[in-house]
């Protein structure tokens, strides 16, 4: 399996920015899929996770109201709708993909990994 994230980047602090995640290797709808960002000095913290059929999601307190995952199983993609960007959002977002948990908001739950995207918002 390959994780490939896209579409970070720097934007303004009330700004918007959306995430992609293109996966390959095996059947994308096998598997559950989540997002996760790591600031640094701190640890990697759970951000979103939608199931495999893409009908129930789960967010973090921090971001819930503000991100929107979603996912495109024809086209085997997950995204991050990221709105309201706040200067706290700033990290390196992974997106990462489950075959045994829905739902799972620890790295633990996740079997493979994509290398990560860089998004900073500025004050």
């Known amino acids: 399996v390959q994780l490939q994230a896209s579409g970070g980047g720097l934007v303004q602090a009330g700004g918007s920015l959306r995430l992609s995640c293109a996966f390959s290797?095996?059947?994308?709808?096998?598997?559950?899929m989540g997002w996760f960002r790591q600031a640094p000095g701190k640890e990697r913290e759970f951000v979103a996770a939608i199931n495999r059929s893409g009908g129930t999601t789960y967010y973090s307190d921090s971001v819930k109201g503000r991100f929107t995952i979603s996912r495109d199983n024809a086209e085997s993609t997950v995204y991050l709708q990221m709105n309201i960007l706040r200067p706290e959002d700033t990290a390196i977002y992974y997106c990462?993909?489950?075959?045994?948990?829905?739902?799972?908001?620890?790295?633990?739950?996740?079997?493979?990994w994509g290398q990560g995207t860089l998004v900073t918002v500025s004050s």
């Open positions: 290797g095996r059947p994308f709808s096998n598997y559950a």
């Open positions: 990462a993909a489950g075959r045994y948990y829905s739902g799972g908001t620890l790295p633990d739950h996740y079997d493979y």
